[in-house]
């Protein structure tokens, strides 16, 4: 029997223990998606206990405690820093198969040294161990990451964000880059909010925003900004791509109609959205950047809780959205103007359709693995999920050409989770090779993996150029 996150954990036999350890585990960390927060990284912010770092926007663990019928007091309420570390410490037992369990112990291991399984008898125990070290300016937030060997950051971005703290961050051995996130400049079915969007918009941009030539040039404007500052991503969070015809002048009548406060149809805010989309994207490949979408969440179902709450805290689901047809039709519109893409799905029921999806559009390029299919992505971000998208990938694609993992999470503890990836990954092809699938070269499954897991990631995207 196995030690439970032993050096071999999730490594099943020689060859994955191999290509993990000796190739691997010693590569630098490029994580190209995240939602961790600019300031905290440029002012070195020091958690004062771990439940800060742990549970303070943690949807995942929130959603494990209101399964186990904690009391939201303790999730996202006003009880103690140490009441609610012991609640999910009571939770964490719970959480077998679920990888939280996983995720908690090698954080708990890698940032802290502490091997302790956590549970409601040591909650106080470990608490004290893990606040006591965070307090130490030696574990600031760069200091984490660095301690993870993560070379580069990108943070999630809206186009208004000044990216000051990006801006005045300087570290050798640590780079953090902005990613646009436009979701904001085509919300149109959110009247009262885009309103105000636009407004704000304006006033980051120095003129007033009256027409759709008007909303794309801001766009423009931004995207600019953006790449002075270093940005060469962005990122889109949408429910699905929508089957519909797009055009400069039916998004130009459509926001027409909206700013002098008629009501739009289902169909008209369709075809703004794309429009937008659209254009942006022809922006983006002027600038040679890389274009993310994340694809099929059905977020805030629980409307009590969204008006409590907000987003983002925990009530999102996997939708069932239709997604390929509107999606091949988005990027053969594009033709030569679509630019380096990663897309990413959230039902597992699409895993086989995207990765061939990606085989139709890799023209007008001399990137390798011009379109992506991404990592397996918020719900699917488990070994299961990870194991059935790589393996789908590798059938219908190529898997050597993969850009590999991203946390897409807001915690500073959360990078294990490529550790996670890496082992999954090597035991994945470990297998194949002593099932004799494929040959025993290590100097080519060695490459392979080292390349998936940071060189593939550091060729596409290019950072500093």
């Not at 965070?134 to 937030?141: R, T």
Request: contains cysteine; hydrophobic residues 35%; glycine residues 6%.
């Amino acid at each position: 029997m196995k030690k439970f996150l032993g050096d071999d954990f999730l490594l099943t036999n020689k060859t994955a223990e191999k290509l993990y350890h000796d190739h691997a585990a010693k590569m630098p960390i490029i994580d190209y998606h995240n939602h961790l927060p600019p300031k905290d990284i440029q002012g070195k912010r020091v958690f004062n206990n771990i439940t800060e770092a742990w549970l303070e926007g943690d949807h995942y663990k929130w959603r494990a405690m209101r399964t186990n019928a904690v009391d939201e007091k303790y999730v996202t309420g006003d009880a103690s820093p140490e009441e609610k570390f012991q609640k999910w410490a009571e939770t964490v037992p719970y959480t077998l198969k679920n990888p939280l369990y996983h995720w908690t112990h090698l954080e708990l291991k890698r940032y802290f040294g502490i091997d302790t399984i956590l549970n409601g008898n040591t909650g106080m125990e470990i608490y004290q161990e893990a606040s006591s070290q965070l307090k130490k300016a030696e574990n600031s937030c760069p200091e984490l990451l660095k301690k993870m060997n993560v070379e580069v950051v990108c943070t999630t971005d809206d186009p208004v964000d000044t990216l000051e703290f990006h801006q005045t961050f300087k570290d050798s051995s640590l780079s953090m880059y902005p990613a646009f996130r436009p979701d904001k400049i085509y919300a149109i079915d959110n009247a009262d909010s885009y309103k105000d969007y636009l407004k704000t918009l304006s006033g980051v941009v120095g003129f007033e925003i009256r027409s759709f030539d008007d909303l794309m040039n801001a766009a423009q404007n931004r995207i600019d900004f953006f790449h002075e500052n270093g940005g060469r991503l962005s990122d889109h969070g949408l429910e699905q791509l929508y089957d519909v015809k797009y055009s400069i002048s039916n998004a130009s009548q459509t926001f027409t109609d909206f700013m002098v406060g008629k009501e739009l149809t289902t169909e008209a805010i369709q075809v703004f959205k794309m429009s937008v989309l659209f254009e942006l994207s022809k922006m983006y490949n002027e600038k040679g950047w890389t274009q993310q979408f994340h694809l099929g969440a059905i977020r805030n179902n629980n409307a009590h809780m969204m008006k409590l709450l907000g987003p983002d805290t925990g009530f999102d689901s996997i939708g069932d959205f239709s997604q390929i047809k509107a999606l091949s039709k988005f990027l053969g519109s594009l033709e030569d103007k679509l630019t380096k893409t990663i897309l990413y799905n959230l039902n597992p029921a699409d895993n086989e359709a995207f990765a061939t999806m990606i085989g139709n559009f890799n023209v007008h390029s001399t990137v390798p693995g011009k379109i992506q299919w991404g990592s397996g992505w918020w719900f699917l971000d488990q070994k299961d999920g990870m194991e059935k998208q790589m393996t789908a990938l590798g059938n219908l694609g190529l898997l050597s050409r993969f850009v590999g993992m991203l946390t897409d999470s807001r915690s500073f503890l959360s990078f294990p989770r490529h550790e996670y990836f890496r082992r999954i990954l090597c035991n994945l092809i470990g297998t194949d090779v002593e099932n004799g699938e494929i040959p025993n070269d290590l100097d080519l499954l060695g490459k392979t993996v080292e390349d998936i897991c940071y060189n593939n990631a550091r060729n596409y995207f290019e950072f500093g150029k």
